[in-house]
């Protein structure tokens, strides 16, 4: 049974191909690559400058993960340490990234159990998420803020505390939410026990983030390769092994309140002084590899520049990379009308894959 | 269950009032005129994502969410092209995307419109040199 590329609904396009007997798979093959722009031939011969665009434009949900993973890759090549509160003000983006992200796919997958309440209670805190970066960082996605040596905007007092209110607001309306999860059975009974991915696979394909956590494999960048600033920050990374779509959907409950929680620390002791380091192109080669934790895992970036401040090679691992093998793992043994329910508690990149 | 239906019952509707004056409300009085008068009802759309980021389609899904309910302006987003009224396309059009962007065109009803959202879409955006990409939407249009 093809499926795709074009889909229903308002998503990127992939192909799939279902061998089903009845309602059951029992293979699914996955066609990627239309999405395929050519972004790592587009990097060869960018300046620094054009790569940070490139890389906050390969997967937009990721904007602040790519450019902060791509910053700490030439920084690390240039040999250049960003301002302190430039690093602050990333941690702040990255985790309003991860909050709307998280929000409004907590609200999707249940809407794919045909449970539209909570992707509309859910899509209404995402929308403020969005509002509130576009106030302080003046772009919804927050793109082309983060650059090599610093960040291109400060926040001012209003900001600050706008962003305090923004984290009051959203964890008191959000734990609602998750009683209304916890509490509707007809609901559970699509989630739990569906699209199981078995542990030791997630452990051999090095799932990252929470397809990984949700299958046992205990590893987040901001705790075991830990950076500035999250070596100062206190914060739990929760972990299940049950690798269903209801524990993905936990696991994803947990990060927002780790993250609301990591908004409030951050917010708090805001370091002072400036946040763009100036950054002079090399006469030589030079190599750098950056990694962040996306809201989907581990967004790894390697870049070696030649010695005339272009970039001669850059290569951007999507988290996905490991994830879309599992989803083929993961959906064999269900009925086909659950592959929504569990392509969309994987959420894999498209664009981030094809590059 | 109960508590968020509740709550919805005794508080104001999250949805915000369309634009009542200047531009966008002129343009929305234009657009309403004229699909009245050429298709008699209100708006279809076919979405297709021809390989943009993924941040456009975010977006447009964040404008079927409570607080801007596109559908009470009568817009609204539809699964098949033989429902669809309009083609909004969104990303470069990488040539992968070239030939299921013509066929989802080609099975829509005449009269169809294209419309470009988003950078990539209207003129390669961040992409212009992408040597994958056809750039453009409007190429399709015959």
Known sequence: ?355 | MRNPLLKALIRKPLTEAGPADGDLAELGRTLERETRSRLGRSLAIRQVDAGSCNACELEIQATANPCYDLDRFGLHFVASPRHADILLVTGPVTRNMEVALRRTYDAMPNPKWVVAAGDCAIDGGALPAAMRCLTAAMRLSP
Request: with cysteine.
């Open chain 1, 1 to 355: 049974m093809p499926v795709g590329p074009v889909h229903a609904g308002i998503i990127e396009p992939g192909h799939f191909r279902f061998t089903a007997q009845g309602e059951t798979v029992v293979r699914l093959e996955e066609r990627l690559g239309y999405t395929h722009k050519g972004i790592d031939r587009l990097m060869r011969g960018s300046s620094i400058a054009r790569g940070a665009e490139l890389a906050q434009r390969t997967s937009g949900d990721s904007t602040v993960a790519y450019g902060w993973a791509y910053a700490q890759a030439v920084e690390a090549a240039l040999e250049v340490t960003p301002p302190p509160r430039a690093v602050w003000l990333r941690a702040i983006m990255a985790e309003l990234e991860r909050l709307a992200n998280h929000l409004n796919d907590i609200g999707a997958i249940c809407n794919d159990a045909a449970f539209a309440l909570m992707l509309a209670q859910c899509g209404t805190l995402r929308e403020q998420v969005m509002r509130a970066a576009d106030a302080v960082f003046d772009h919804r996605f927050m793109r082309d803020v983060i650059l090599p040596g610093g960040v291109a905007r400060d926040i001012d007092a209003a900001g600050r505390a706008l962003l305090e209110r923004l984290v009051h607001d959203i964890a008191r309306d959000f734990e609602p939410l998750v009683d209304l999860y916890d509490n509707t059975p007809s609901l559970l009974a699509r989630t739990v026990g569906t699209g199981i991915l078995p542990c030791d696979l997630a452990a051999q394909f090095a799932a990252g983030g929470y397809v990984g956590r949700a299958s046992g494999r205990d590893f987040d960048t901001r705790r075991d390769l830990p950076h500035a600033p999250y070596d100062k920050l206190v914060f739990e990374v929760p972990l299940r092994s049950d690798g269903d779509v209801n524990a993905r959907i936990w696991i994803r409950i947990e990060e927002t309140r780790q993250s609301l929680n990591l908004l409030g620390q951050l917010l708090k002791p805001l370091p002072d002084g400036n946040v763009l380091a100036p950054i002079t192109p090399p006469k030589e080669r030079r190599e750098g590899l950056g990694i962040v934790e996306g809201f989907r895992g581990d967004v790894l970036v390697w870049v070696a520049l030649d010695g005339h401040g272009r970039i001669s090679r850059c290569h951007m691992r999507d988290p996905s990379w490991f994830q879309w093998p599992l989803l083929e793992a993961a959906i064999e043994d269900n009925i086909i009308a659950d592959f929504p329910l569990c392509n969309k508690s994987f959420n894999c990149s498209y664009s981030g894959v094809d590059l």
